[in-house]
């Protein structure tokens, strides 16, 4: 753990992500994202819901099955509703870092960074796993990474990235 203190856009901008991701109808998580250009300016925003003209009965959401297949990410719907390029931008997500799939997606997007909070010690058990994979493909492209400890306001963990230069 780090005594690093977060640093306090970072933080601004993941409580707009914790802010966005109450617009989402799933009744289990509430997803948001952020995507913000290198001079602090939100080029975009998303939460993880059905896509636009599709029924979002709430019955949807409570068969597991029907709704994997239907939702679509916070990060995508982000990256698909910019107005912008987010080629080069950073990534604020909540409640927790990129699934796998969405890593591989942002990575082919351009972001070059993602902030996160800290995955909570309760949610490890079943979010552990594929958010360290999320990591290691950061990782392997040269994506940096923070996940900022809220509790203390300080950096959990943090990745330097390269994407950068690339």
Not at 49 to 62: E, H, I, K, T, V
Not at 106 to 111: K, L, N, V
Request: proline share 5%; aromatic share 10%.
């Amino acid at each position: 753990m780090s005594d690093q203190r977060a640093d306090k856009w970072d933080l601004r901008f993941l409580h707009l992500a914790e802010h966005i991701a109450q617009w989402s109808k799933d009744p289990s998580t509430k997803c948001g994202a952020v995507i913000v250009a290198d001079d602090r300016s939100v080029v975009s925003m998303g939460y993880n819901g059905f896509p636009r003209g599709m029924d979002d009965d709430p019955a949807l959401y409570a068969d597991r099955e029907v709704k994997y297949e239907r939702t679509v990410h916070c990060e995508m719907n982000a990256v698909l509703s910019a107005h912008l390029p987010v080629n080069g931008c950073t990534l604020y997500t909540w409640p927790f870092l990129s699934c796998p799939r969405c890593a591989m997606h942002m990575i082919q997007a351009g972001i070059i960074r993602c902030v996160a909070p800290r995955l909570p010690e309760d949610k490890v058990e079943r979010w552990g796993e594929a958010l360290e994979r999320s990591r290691a493909y950061f990782r392997e492209a040269g994506v940096a990474f923070t996940e900022v400890d809220l509790a203390r306001g300080t950096v959990h963990r943090e990745y330097e990235g390269m994407m950068c230069g690339k």
